[in-house]
């Protein structure tokens, strides 16, 4: 059992940076698949990015490729998503997600996570 809790959201202008910060607690959360994803109103749910257990490998959705960052600290069972160069079409609640059973391997879909947090809400104005 994982429970995931989303922290750093806020409302920003475009080109800013801001961080999502995302703390598990549970047992052996370094064995577990984790990745971000966001919901904007009237839209379907949209993979961010996601990160294997060992932090080794990475991907992530096209719209967000090279301006976000996701890492992760073992040690502290967080997973972090860097947001640069935001504009307008980030704004979204962002979801945190957890999967033991993705273990080493990426997860891009929602269907592979078992584990969500409640959400952060990003705004970005122009």
């Known amino acids: 059992q994982v429970r995931l809790v989303e922290s750093g959201g806020g409302v920003v202008q475009a080109g800013d940076s801001l961080k999502l910060s995302c703390a598990a607690t549970g047992r052996a959360f370094s064995r577990y698949g984790a990745g971000w994803f966001r919901q904007a109103p009237g839209t379907v749910r949209e993979f961010v990015a996601a990160i294997n257990s060992n932090g080794g490998r990475t991907s992530y959705g096209d719209p967000v490729k090279g301006r976000f960052t996701i890492s992760r600290d073992n040690a502290k069972n967080t997973v972090d998503l860097l947001m640069n160069s935001l504009r307008p079409e980030d704004t979204a609640v962002y979801y945190c997600?957890?999967?033991?059973?993705?273990?080493?391997?990426?997860?891009?879909?929602?269907?592979?996570?078992?584990?969500w947090g409640q959400g952060t809400q990003v705004t970005v104005f122009s």
């Open positions: 997600a957890a999967d033991f059973r993705l273990g080493t391997e990426l997860g891009i879909y929602g269907s592979e996570y078992e584990y």
